[in-house]
């Protein structure tokens, strides 16, 4: 089992990037592999015995490359941790330090996959992440840049995290504004069809975006600051309800909620609603699909009396169009 962020790197990755090796060698506890310079095929060594490979797709330098540069994002991750930029470069910082992490967690969802190709893991993932870099940065951003570290009450919530990537960005969000995480997913991907409504029943399927806990777990500490992630499982029908009357008084300071299908949003908008504080964040990845409509306007959410709203697409390109798909994730501001 990949255990740290150590056993990724080998200190023969530098010189391979600096072309002083032929070959690119990175260890884990479980195995390790030798890419040949023309990155075509890898010597996979695994219980000692080797096996020489060709690999079964495009094995994108690029990938590789994210894995020789993980200094490069725990760098910019304590340099956003210990707060030491000036206002106006955060929102670059974020970005710069989201486009490592992609990058990252592109290359071992790659590695993953060449292994469950080769037969050698059974671990199902085959994307890394379901969120656009642009959007997330913009969500952190919000979530950094508003003030709530000190003027809105509650804590950071996520509902639906699927590989957990997300979670790691906003992990490293409410690090910053020193509040907890609180993030809710199956880890069994979503529920049964009758969930579904008009369109989502010709593009979902039960058990999309499934990720197991240990993977969230693991991208977590990899990417993000896990100090003050509390993972909650189950289909939120059972765990919203149980946490909730645990956490009777408990507020919500910022809110993102991917879950991409009509019924999980409303069931989360009903628990999240009534605890948005004042000024608090409330960001929505389904903000603009039609299948949602009903239950976003059951939940005003429309509504620019009650919310400050815009919308971002994939890149973070920002527009105040409600109604644009191009534009799909809602962020929203409590007044
Ligand atoms: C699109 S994925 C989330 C993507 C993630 N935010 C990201 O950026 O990569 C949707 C997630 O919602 C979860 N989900 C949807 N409906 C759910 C429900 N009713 N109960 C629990 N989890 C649910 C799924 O398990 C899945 O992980």
């Known amino acids: 089992m990949i255990e740290s962020k150590k056993d990724y790197i080998h200190l023969e990755t530098k010189a391979f990037s600096a072309g002083n090796l032929d070959t690119l060698r990175i260890d884990t506890k479980d195995w390790n592999v030798l890419f040949d310079k023309s990155l075509k095929y890898s010597y996979l060594t695994l219980n000692d015995k080797m096996m020489v490979t060709e690999l079964p797709f495009r094995f994108e330098p690029m990938a590789l490359k994210s894995i020789i540069n993980y200094e490069a994002t725990e760098k910019a991750k304590t340099y956003i941790a210990n707060k030491t930029f000036k206002n106006k470069s955060l929102h670059r910082m974020i970005k710069s330090h989201f486009f490592s992490i992609d990058q990252n967690a592109y290359a071992l969802a790659q590695l993953s996959n060449y292994f469950k190709a080769v037969g050698k893991s059974n671990r199902n993932v085959t994307k890394e992440k379901a969120h656009g870099f642009g959007e997330m940065a913009q969500i952190v951003y919000e979530i950094i840049n508003s003030n709530i570290e000190s003027h809105v009450e509650g804590e950071v919530f996520e509902f639906g995290c699927f590989t957990?990537?997300?979670t790691a960005k906003l992990s490293i969000a409410s690090n910053f504004i020193g509040k907890k995480l609180y993030t809710f997913d199956s880890f069994q991907?979503?529920?049964?069809?009758?969930?579904?409504?008009?369109?989502?029943?010709?593009?979902?399927?039960?058990?999309?975006?499934?990720?197991?806990?240990?993977?969230?777990?693991?991208?977590?500490?990899?990417?993000?600051?896990?100090?003050d992630v509390v993972l909650i499982e189950g289909y939120f029908s059972n765990s919203l309800e149980t946490f909730f009357k645990k956490n009777e008084d408990i507020k919500i300071a910022a809110c993102f909620i991917d879950v991409d299908i009509a019924k999980s949003i409303d069931e989360c908008l009903d628990f999240v609603i009534p605890r948005l504080s004042p000024g608090s964040i409330l960001a929505m990845h389904e903000y603009n699909d039609q299948d949602n409509f009903?239950?976003?306007?059951?939940?005003?959410?429309?509504?620019?009396?009650?919310?400050?709203?815009?919308?971002?697409?994939?890149?973070?390109?920002?527009?105040?169009?409600?109604?644009?798909?191009?534009?799909?994730?809602?962020?929203?501001?409590?007044k």
């Open 294 to 334: 009903k239950t976003l306007q059951k939940h005003n959410l429309f509504n620019s009396e009650l919310y400050e709203i815009y919308t971002v697409n994939h890149n973070g390109d920002i527009s105040e169009d409600l109604n644009s798909n191009l534009y799909g994730c809602g962020i929203l501001r409590k």
């Open 164 to 166: 957990g990537i997300g």
């Open 189 to 227: 991907g979503l529920p049964g069809e009758h969930y579904f409504e008009g369109e989502q029943k010709t593009i979902y399927c039960e058990k999309d975006y499934c990720a197991s806990k240990d993977l969230v777990e693991r991208n977590i500490a990899l990417h993000g600051i896990p100090d």
